[in-house]
């Protein structure tokens, strides 16, 4: 079997003539994994004689196609007629290498897919729909029974949470208001004459207080004198 080898743009075309006999093979083999290490992992395996392919053969392919593919790459063939390539794909589900008819149509497998086109919605489809304003009390979408019992006794409970409150504070601002009548109550007297007796009262603690504070006075200042 001999090998030649050809460019055509980023692809690499690998002619092979004769048939593949198991020591060719190691031959195909040392040659496509010479390609790998060379960074040529889009490949094109044309075959002159793809009637004799062996089973062996194509498991061979399935590993090196593998290999391809984890470099970013593939393996076709090229060259096959319609019965060859109809063993091949019934090989195995999918089948282990794509074969093509032509070298042209294995080429073009490796282009790259053209881009999407993208598709310029008309000034008609750009506008936005005015959305609906729903019905008052009605939603846009429909609600079970169920959730419309539990929502109404949401509602409900909510009021007679912030009834609660709102009674809760005027009971606390009465109490507070009680609260400081009975402290003024106690702090003022009634009438005139119990003005007048607290006010005696407090007039003799400050007299006692004086007395108090001013008797160590005196005495500190006698003791000076006899000295």
Do not use: W
Request: charged residues 25%; hydrophobic residues 40%.
């Amino acid at each position: 079997m001999k090998l030649e080898l050809n460019r055509e743009k980023d692809v690499t075309i690998l002619c092979a003539s004769g048939p593949i006999s198991p020591e060719n093979l190691k031959v195909l083999r040392a040659g496509i994994n010479k390609l790998f290490l060379d960074g040529k992992n889009k490949i094109i395996l044309e075959l002159a004689e793809a009637s004799t392919i062996s089973s062996e053969v194509l498991r061979e392919l399935a590993v090196l196609n593998l290999l391809a593919s984890e470099l970013s790459g593939k393996i076709v063939l090229a060259g096959v007629d319609p019965v060859t390539r109809s063993k091949i794909e019934n090989f195995s589900k999918p089948p282990v290498v794509i074969s093509y008819a032509t070298r042209a149509d294995a080429v073009a497998s490796f282009a790259p897919p053209p881009p999407a086109e993208l598709k310029v919605p008309s000034p008609a489809a750009q506008a936005t729909p005015a959305t609906p304003t729903p019905a008052p009390g009605k939603t846009s979408d429909a609600v079970s029974p169920e959730k419309a019992q539990i929502r109404q006794r949401e509602i409900t409970d909510l009021g007679a949470l912030r009834k609660q409150i709102a009674q809760l504070e005027a009971e606390n601002k009465t109490l507070k208001h009680n609260m400081l009548a009975m402290v003024m109550e106690r702090r003022t007297p009634p009438d005139a004459d119990s003005y007048d007796t607290k006010i005696k009262a407090l007039e003799v603690q400050i007299v006692e207080l004086l007395t108090a504070t001013q008797a160590p006075a005196a005495g500190a200042a006698g003791a000076v004198k006899k000295q």
